[in-house]
Every structure is written in structure tokens, then in C-alpha cells.
């Protein structure tokens, strides 16, 4: 059964930083793209960055370009999301998703975790 | 980028209904687009990718129709566990969503 489990998500103050981890289980990590999506309060899903099998290649929105960056580990099982300089419109929750796709573009996401919720207030 | 708009907003089904969902592109997507059922508390769930084609485990009475910038989500007979919001996302260009049709219990 495929897993993917966030955490990390805490209330921080404008200006502040935090890292998001996401555990992944079930499945070969080390085949797919991964990607962190996020939903504000009672808000729609907005793509925020993409890393591809192998770390090679990463791709954000323009809203956390510069901010944001991220990463993996493919010896834990693991994704991670370092996220700088946050801004009150980065509140949300955060969902770590599987991409069906290894190459580091966009596709569709076939599973993705619970989420872990930033607030960013001060 | 490509804008989604998904109409409409909120859909009033009674269980055992049909209900038809729409989702349209600012420009051309091919069938590279996905459709999610959301409920409360839970992370989003994939339905339907290339317009059509059903995830592994997705139930018949779900089906996606469409192409290039007109899309259709369509639950034939509306179950209890169906009454959710949904999603369409382009993947044609980037990933998009659209901002989402909320189902509930008429």
C-alpha cells in the first residue's frame, strides 16, 4: 500500500523558515517525481514545486520561487520542502504527492498524503 | 499558464441521481487532464487522467469525457460516499487545477 506521510508543519512568524518532510512507503521512491502541492483555508489546490527521479531537475511556481527549495533523499524514502522567507499568504496545508511519471515534468499526482499545515502569523 | 474553470461552483444531487461536472481551459490541454474527488480531512484522490481513463480502483459509474479545452465529469447514480469536491488539473503545460465543484446532498 502506498504511503505517503507529511510532517513539519507548524505556526512561524512572516520572515521565518521551516522544513517540511514527507515519508514515503510502498512503492519504489527512487522511480517518480515527486511534488508538493498546496491548499489554503477553504481555497483550491495550487502546484508549488516538482523534483525528478533522481534530484536532477526541480521546478517551482513563481509564487515561492527564490523562497522555496526542494529536495530528496532516495536512501530514506524521503522529500522534503525547506521553505524561507514565508509570507502569510504561504498558510496552508501542504500535500506531499506521487507523480506516475520519473522524468520531472508535471503529469497527474496518483496519491497523495494527508497534509501538514503551515501557518504563517505573527 | 493555462487558467481552469470548473462550473458549477456547488451541484445539489439527490443520491441515486446523475450529476455532471464541467471543467474548461483558457487553451488547449489535448486529454492531458485529471479529475479528484476531495472529502473533508482527507488528502485529494485520483478519479480520471487523460479525460477518460479510470485510476486503478475508481468505480464504473465514474467517467471522464472530453478534449482540447471541454472536459465532462460524470457520476452516474450518486452514492453516499460520493458527495465530495472535485477537481480538474491540466497537465498538458505546467499542472493547473481548477477551483474546484463542492457536491452535496439535495
Known amino acids: 500500500e502506498v504511503q505517503l506521510v507529511e510532517s513539519g508543519g507548524v505556526v512561524v512568524q512572516p520572515g521565518g523558515s521551516l522544513r517540511l518532510s514527507c515519508a514515503a512507503s510502498g512503492f519504489t521512491f527512487d522511480d517518480y517525481t515527486m511534488h508538493w502541492v498546496r491548499q489554503a483555508p477553504g481555497k483550491g489546490l495550487e502546484w508549488v514545486s516538482l523534483i525528478s527521479w533522481d534530484g536532477s531537475r526541480t521546478y517551482y511556481a513563481d509564487s515561492v520561487k527564490g523562497r522555496f527549495t526542494i529536495s530528496r533523499d532516495n536512501s530514506k524514502n524521503s522529500l522534503y520542502l525547506q521553505m524561507n522567507s514565508l509570507r502569510p499568504e504561504d498558510t496552508a496545508l501542504y500535500y506531499c504527492a506521487k507523480d506516475q511519471d520519473p522524468t520531472g515534468t508535471v503529469t497527474y499526482f496518483d496519491y497523495w498524503g494527508q497534509g501538514t499545515l503551515v501557518t504563517v502569523s505573527s | 499558464e493555462i487558467v481552469m474553470t470548473q462550473s458549477p461552483a456547488t451541484l445539489s444531487v439527490s443520491p441515486g441521481e446523475r450529476a455532471t461536472l464541467s471543467c474548461r481551459a483558457s487553451?488547449?490541454?489535448?486529454?492531458?487532464l485529471a479529475w479528484y474527488q476531495q472529502k473533508p480531512g482527507q488528502g485529494p484522490r485520483l478519479l480520471i487522467y487523460?479525460?477518460?481513463t479510470r485510476a486503478t480502483g475508481v468505480p464504473a459509474r465514474f467517467s471522464g469525457s472530453g478534449s482540447g479545452t471541454e472536459f465532462t465529469l460524470t457520476i452516474s447514480s450518486l452514492q453516499s460516499e460520493d458527495f465530495a469536491v472535485y477537481y480538474c488539473q491540466q497537465y498538458n503545460k505546467g499542472g493547473t487545477f481548477g477551483q474546484g465543484t463542492k457536491v452535496e446532498i439535495k
Open positions: 487553451q488547449s490541454v489535448s486529454i492531458n
Open positions: 487523460g479525460a477518460s
